[in-house]
Nanobody, 121 residues
Framework: QVQLVESGGGLVQAGGSLRLSCAASGGTFRSYAMGWFRQAPGQEREFVAAISGSAGSTSYAASVKGRFTISRDNAKSTVYLQMNSLKSEDTAVYYC??????????????WGQGTQVTVSA
């Protein structure tokens, strides 16, 4: 069983930056693709970014492309989401997930509890 724990969320002003981290345990980290999803109040959960197990491939939602960067450190069993130029529309609970490299929720079998990101102004 794989456990995922997100951290790094918080309150930030529009235009600011945050880096989210997701630490994995209980499995072979490098064998999993990792993804980030988010869910804003009143909206369904949406894909944000994904990275393959070897970090050779990445994918981003159009709404975050050019502003967010996904990366991973397999030696530390951790995936990151660097978020720059944050907008109020980025306010959401952010979830990390482990599974097959893809852009859909069903591609991922393990999920973290989520971390709140709130962008003010």
């Amino acid at each position: 069983q794989v456990q995922l724990v997100e951290s790094g969320g918080g309150l930030v002003q529009a235009g600011g930056s945050l880096r989210l981290s997701c630490a994995a345990s209980g499995g072979t980290f490098r064998s999993y693709a990792m993804g980030w999803f988010r869910q804003a109040p009143g909206q369904e959960r949406e894909f944000v970014a994904a990275i393959s197990g070897s970090a050779g491939s990445t994918s981003y939602a159009a709404s975050v492309k050019g502003r967010f960067t996904i990366s991973r450190d397999n030696a530390k069993s951790t995936v990151y989401l660097q978020m720059n130029s944050l907008k109020s529309e980025d306010t959401a609970v952010y979830y990390c997930a482990a599974g097959i490299y893809g852009t859909y929720e069903y591609d991922y079998e393990y999920w973290g509890q989520g971390t709140q990101v709130t962008v003010s102004a």
